[in-house]
C-alpha cells in the first residue's frame, strides 16, 4: 500500500486552522487571568479609546465584532462593572463606560500574557516571512469586506 501527499489546503482551510489553534491558545491565556472573550473584547474596544465611550458605541461595536447583542453586552458592562475594570453609568443622560485605573492595569498584564501565549505559535518563523503573511491577510480581508459589502 503506497502513502499518497495529501493536498496542500486551500487559504481558507489553512486560514480557519490556524485561527482555530491560535484562537484555543488566547482564550486559554485568558482563562489563566480567569477572563472570557466577551470581557476581553469589551476591555480591548474600551482601551483603544481616551475617553468614556457612549454606550450605544459599546453596544454597536461588540454586536459587530463578536454578534453579541444588546443585552449580553449590558450585562457584560454590569460584570465588568462589578470587577472593578470599568465605571459604567447607565443612568447618566449619555451613558457611558470607560476602563478604571485597575482596569487599564489588568488589561495591560492580560494583553502582554496573551501576546506571549500566542506569539509562542510562530516562535522561529522568518520575520519576512510572517510580515508576508500579515500583509497577504490583510489583503484578504479587505477583498472580503468589500465582497460582504456589495
Known amino acids: 500500500m503506497t502513502e499518497t501527499a495529501?493536498?496542500?489546503?486551500?487559504?481558507g482551510r489553512a486560514l480557519g486552522e490556524a485561527a482555530r489553534k491560535v484562537g484555543k491558545l488566547h482564550r486559554?491565556?485568558?482563562a489563566d487571568?480567569?477572563?472570557g472573550f466577551p470581557e476581553w473584547m469589551l476591555l480591548t474596544l474600551l482601551a483603544e479609546r481616551?475617553?468614556?465611550?457612549?454606550?450605544?458605541?459599546?453596544?454597536?461595536?461588540?454586536?459587530?465584532?463578536?454578534?453579541l447583542p444588546e443585552a449580553a453586552v449590558i450585562s457584560l458592562l454590569k460584570n465588568?462593572?462589578?470587577?472593578?475594570?470599568?465605571?459604567?453609568?447607565?443612568?447618566?443622560?449619555?451613558?457611558?463606560?470607560?476602563?478604571?485605573?485597575e482596569g487599564e492595569a489588568h488589561f495591560a498584564r492580560l494583553y502582554a500574557h496573551a501576546r506571549r501565549t500566542t506569539d509562542a505559535a510562530?516562535?522561529?518563523?522568518d520575520p519576512?516571512?510572517?510580515d508576508a503573511a500579515?500583509?497577504?491577510?490583510?489583503?484578504?480581508?479587505?477583498?472580503?469586506?468589500?465582497?460582504l459589502d456589495s
Not at 510562530?122 to 518563523?125: L, V, Y
Request: glycine content about 2%; aromatic content about 2%.
Open 134 to 147: 500579515v500583509t497577504v491577510l490583510l489583503a484578504v480581508d479587505e477583498r472580503a469586506t468589500l465582497l
Open 50 to 67: 481616551t475617553s468614556p465611550t457612549p454606550v450605544q458605541i459599546v453596544v454597536a461595536e461588540m454586536n459587530r465584532r463578536m454578534d
Open 80 to 101: 465588568t462593572a462589578a470587577a472593578g475594570h470599568i465605571t459604567y453609568q447607565p443612568n447618566a443622560p449619555m451613558p457611558t463606560a470607560e476602563l478604571t485605573e
Open 128 to 130: 519576512d516571512l510572517l
Open 6 to 11: 495529501m493536498p496542500r489546503p486551500s487559504l
Open 28 to 30: 486559554r491565556a485568558l
Open 122 to 125: 510562530s516562535d522561529g518563523i
Open 33 to 35: 487571568f480567569d477572563t
